[in-house]
């Protein structure tokens, strides 16, 4: 294609009606033909070949179709708008990331403020009850990468992240599961925690919390109430006396 194009404007060297600009090209592409000539053994000889190409397509197209200045213009203010609506969408997308970064980042610092309210009940229970049956222990936060779908030949193709933490006795965990603005608790037989978020479907959470982000503030509700300090350690402790309760009926029936 590039031999083709050069030839094409070799064929034109003698045209009389050739105007001053495609002569003054026309050298420019001599010029870059024999750099490359001498450069084809260059890794990157494709790439030059292809742009000293579309330069010379750019050239031939421009000399048969003549200048306009109607053209020019709407063209030039056609590349302005583009280049505006480029620019405006990279900044919405750069800001939508920052705020989906600062929204995980709050997110997973209440599910490490609710884990430590819960661990400071499970530390004064387990002093109370000592080595019972009802003894909690405590899984700190941490990021768990999941995999949800697999092809047929089992290849992952469908992961889900969330930042999780647990409480739990020897029968129940309370399971705190946060990502992207939502922080739900589950409370689940203690043997079908390991199925994770497969096993969570199964369960209707028993507390969600929602968070937003008012400029770069966290917010955060229960229900259609603001989650404030006291509301939190009410929702907490609830929880904590849920976990204890299922666990003392489950120790019940099975006597």
């Avoid at 995999?147 to 469908?158: A, D, G, L, M």
């Avoid at 689940?188 to 028993?206: C, D, L, N």
């Avoid at 006396?241 to 120790?251: A, P, W």
């Amino acid at each position: 294609m590039l031999d083709d194009s050069i030839r094409k404007l070799r064929m034109r060297k003698d045209d009389p009606t050739r105007e001053g600009l495609y002569a003054s090209r026309w050298g420019i592409i001599k010029a870059l033909a024999r750099q490359m000539d001498k450069k084809s053994g260059d890794p990157t000889w494709q790439i030059r070949r292809d742009s000293l190409s579309e330069l010379t397509e750019q050239i031939i197209s421009t000399y048969q179709t003549g200048a306009n200045s109607d053209r020019s213009h709407w063209v030039s203010q056609l590349a302005q708008d583009s280049a505006s609506y480029v620019s405006d969408l990279r900044s919405a997308q750069s800001k939508r990331a920052s705020e989906e970064i600062n929204l995980q980042k709050s997110t997973e610092e209440m599910v490490q403020k609710a884990f430590t309210h819960l661990r400071t009940y499970a530390f004064e229970f387990n002093n109370a009850v000592g080595l019972s049956e009802l003894h909690v222990t405590c899984t700190k936060p941490d990021t768990v990468t999941e995999v949800t779908r697999y092809s047929v030949r089992r290849e992952p193709i469908e992961t889900v992240s969330n930042y999780r933490a647990r409480i739990s006795t020897r029968f129940f965990s309370l399971v705190v599961r946060g990502n992207e603005g939502t922080v739900e608790f589950y409370l689940i037989p203690v043997q079908k925690v390991i199925g994770m978020s497969r096993t969570e479907i199964a369960y209707r959470p028993i507390a969600r919390l929602m968070g937003s982000l008012n400029g770069s503030q966290p917010s955060w509700m229960i229900g259609d109430q603001e989650l404030d300090s006291e509301r939190l350690e009410s929702l907490l402790s609830d929880l904590f006396k849920e976990l204890i309760e299922h666990s003392r009926q489950f120790i019940t029936r099975g006597r």
